[in-house]
């Protein structure tokens, strides 16, 4: 097992910090000048350690999986400087606080193990992220998060520090979800999830953050991985670059399982539209002395779709219909360079370089009734972004009370977009057609300051301004932090943020006597105010009881100028854009619920995770008329436990339970006979979600099982999805030929095989 310790506050190296194995103290080593330690003779299995030093507090790494196949990267172990040095204080520290120090509410820090762990999550981070407290999922075909009533829309992705765009294949540029994650779980390290009221590090959000970070490849041997299970069939390595600076590489490469499949004419249960994907995760890091490194790293991805009409299959296949053809192509890059710097002995730095590109193009035939073998194109869209990012951070501690973080970001958008509906011998009808670019300019400043070992204080302020509107935010952060004894823990957190609206939004276009004009390029941000009071009641080493009551107030969002029930807060959860012009910052909402959490950390073989959240998500459009939002599923219920059982001294055998079971989203009603003139389906608007849909249940049971070589390690699972079979619906579809309103159900029981060596 290797690994760095770091400084909380500085983020620079301790040195001279003490490694133990708990169950056998005669196994330790010590942490060099920069931080780094080695420890050898590691027993195989789950394993923890304690880690101490004169001036901090001790940091307790539990359960910690050993193998044979692969070495223990334990990357920025993190360390707090103890404030009192004379009087005798019994700290149970935490080895899961999380990489900002600065989040103190509703933040959750996993790792990579747990996006294997779960079951149903299949390795996807943003699956996995379903079962924590006050987010929801009702679409078994897609990874969109959606935290306490908020869109999907409003969720940030970062990932080094660079705001990336959508990480998922089929991710369409409205939207921040997909069907698969771009996101290799080989190559995550430790990260953060924020669910609200996050510090002033993160902006252009208003839900949540979800800070990404990839871990360093072995600087002393080579390793490889080769997998296969529902999200691809993969290969990856790690190593040592040269033999004297200890630079390393970690690669990850993927491709679509279900495509192999089909062309080995297995079915399974996508019907005629099979997902063909591959993706690329990379990092390459460098030392440059004791002060500095650089690193480069990123991400690849392309996703292909055609369905075809004549193969659509309506018992397995979500997307499609028997009267269209419809062909998707995306592509997605994100590429980064960063020089982390130690500017003295409790100051660092960190500057990044980034570029992201874009491009979703779409394309769909209308089938004749006459003749299924004719097709006429009726729809077109081609999106293409590229992003150039720019980002500083600083850390400096002044001393054990007080530390500070503060930066920049920078990111400049250039972009090409068109959507138009194609209508045979007449006009097409564009919506969107716009080349051009935007800036978006973010500051923020961070204080912590410790009044004692059990009070924290945390003031903070975010700048943001958004040139194609000249629009500026100025939003204050505040995190309070109380521990009222070993036991019980108070915290309050307060946020007000600010996010610009969707691409898609500003370029959609307007006709006028004039010609084609931009109406909703002089909106400004979305906003809100997040509060949050948490109460953290450790029941025992390995358990705790987390409840959480918050209350989000949503203003200035983008309404239509004449009365209507229409608000881009309700969009994000479809891949197909819904373009309005005219817009104005007028609209308003509301979201506020209790959330509850009883989880035992994985400790002798055994863990849980019980999460409970009720909640009530509002808006008003336009017409002043108060609403459901698209969201508002009212309750979330999710109970996951697992159970690991060793078998002899180099297999283990596991099981993995989840059930959950969500509220019914709420729909707007079809208008038949618009639909029926126009060809696609049109809504009530007058009666926006006001239809409530059946509740959401499903059960998944996860069997695995590792055994442990001489240099290698074997791990086979089987997720057995959706375990009851039951029929919860997907969505509802116009149909054009019938002129009937048509329920899309979700996936049945489906069964999940993995299969991993690594050596």
């Avoid at 293409?384 to 001393?399: D, E, I």
């Avoid at 995770?609 to 017409?623: C, E, I, P, R, V």
């Amino acid at each position: 097992m290797k690994g760095n310790i770091i400084d909380e506050a500085s983020r620079t190296p301790v040195a001279g910090a003490v490694i133990l194995l708990q169950s056998d103290r005669q196994i330790g080593t010590v942490s060099d000048s920069v931080g780094n330690f080695r420890l050898t003779s590691v027993p195989l299995g789950r394993q923890s350690f304690i880690i101490t030093i004169i001036g901090y507090e001790p940091v307790f790494v539990n359960d910690i999986l050993v193998t044979a196949g692969k070495g223990v990267m334990l990357n920025n172990v993190m360390m707090n400087e103890s404030i009192s040095t004379l009087d005798a204080v019994v700290i149970t520290a935490n080895s899961r606080l999380p990489n900002n120090e600065m989040a103190v509410v509703s933040t959750k820090t996993f790792n990579m193990d747990e996006t294997k762990r779960y079951a149903g999550s299949i390795g996807d981070p943003a699956r996995m992220t379903a079962n924590f407290a006050g987010v929801i999922s009702t679409n078994d075909t897609r990874n969109d998060i959606i935290i306490r009533g908020n869109s999907p829309n409003s969720m940030l992705w970062q990932l080094e520090g660079l705001n990336i765009p959508n990480p998922n294949h089929f991710g369409a540029l409205n939207s921040m979800g997909g069907s698969v994650s771009m996101l290799n779980n080989n190559n995550i390290d430790k990260s953060d999830f924020i669910a609200g009221a996050f510090p002033a590090q993160y902006g252009n959000a208003l839900a949540g953050a979800f800070d990404i970070r990839l871990r360093n490849g072995n600087d002393e041997t080579h390793e490889f991985v080769t997998q296969v299970g529902f999200n691809g069939f993969e290969a990856g390595a790690e190593g040592p670059i040269g033999q004297k600076n200890k630079a390393t590489y970690i690669v990850n490469a993927r491709y679509s399982t279900l495509a192999v499949f089909q062309q080995l004419g297995l079915e399974f249960g996508t019907g005629g539209g099979v997902p063909i994907y591959a993706d690329i995760n990379y990092k390459v890091n460098t030392p440059i002395g004791e002060r500095a490194s650089v690193s480069l790293f990123g991400i690849w991805g392309r996703s292909d779709w055609t369905s075809l009409g004549k193969d659509y299959d309506p018992d397995g296949q979500a997307y499609g219909n028997d009267y269209s053809n419809r062909y998707a192509d995306y592509t997605t890059n994100i590429t980064g360079a960063s020089l982390d710097y130690r500017l003295g002995k409790n100051t660092t730095a960190k500057f990044t370089l980034g570029y992201s590109s874009t491009n979703e193009l779409f394309d769909r035939d209308s089938i004749s009734t006459i003749d299924p073998d004719i097709a006429t194109p009726d729809w077109h869209w081609k999106f293409v972004t590229r992003k150039y990012s720019a980002v500083l951070s600083v850390n400096h501690k002044f001393n054990a009370k007080h530390s500070i973080v503060g930066g920049l970001y920078n990111d400049y958008i250039d972009y090409s977009l068109l959507n138009k509906r194609i209508h045979g011998g007449t006009a097409d009808a564009i919506l969107v057609n716009r080349n051009s670019n935007i800036m978006l300019t973010q500051a923020y400043v961070q204080w912590k300051y410790r009044f004692n070992e059990t009070f924290t204080f945390i003031p903070g302020l975010h700048y943001q301004r958004l040139d194609i509107s000249k629009s500026q935010s100025i939003e204050p952060r505040i995190g309070i932090s109380a521990r009222v004894n070993n036991n019980h823990t108070l915290v309050f957190g307060f946020g007000m943020h600010s996010q610009m609206d969707n691409l898609l939004t500003y370029a959609t276009v307007t006709k006028t006597a004039g010609g084609l004009q931009y109406t909703n390029e002089s909106l400004g941000f979305l906003r809100s105010n997040h509060f949050v009071l948490s109460h953290d009641w450790r029941l025992s080493a390995n358990t705790r009881l987390k409840t959480e009551v918050y209350y989000q107030s949503l203003y200035d969002l983008p309404v239509e100028s004449k009365p209507s029930s229409f608000s881009t807060i309700n969009l994000g959860a479809e891949s197909t854009p819904t373009l309005r012009d005219s817009l104005v910052n007028e609209g308003t909402g509301r979201n506020y619920g209790l959330e509850i959490t009883l989880e035992r950390r994985f400790s002798k073989g055994l863990y849980y995770l019980l999460t409970t959240s009720l909640f009530d998500s509002k808006y008003k459009g336009s017409d002043r008329i108060l609403r459901n939002t698209a969201f508002n599923m009212g309750y979330v219920v999710n109970a996951l436990a697992g159970k690991e059982w060793s078998v002899g001294k180099k297999s283990i055998i596991g099981v993995s339970l989840k059930l959950s079971t969500v509220g019914g989203r709420y729909l707007s009603p079809i208008d038949i006979a618009a639909s029926t003139a126009d060809g696609e389906v049109q809504y009530v608007e007058s009666e926006a979600f006001s239809i409530h849909q059946g509740n959401y249940f499903r059960t998944d049971i996860k069997l695995s099982y590792r055994r442990d070589y001489k240099k290698s390690s074997l791990e086979i699972s089987l997720d057995l999805q959706n375990v009851t079979n039951n029929e919860n619906i997907f969505r509802q579809e116009w149909n054009s030929r019938t002129f009937q309103i048509t329920n899309n159900y979700q996936q049945g029981f489906f069964p999940v095989p993995f299969i991993r060596f690594t050596f």
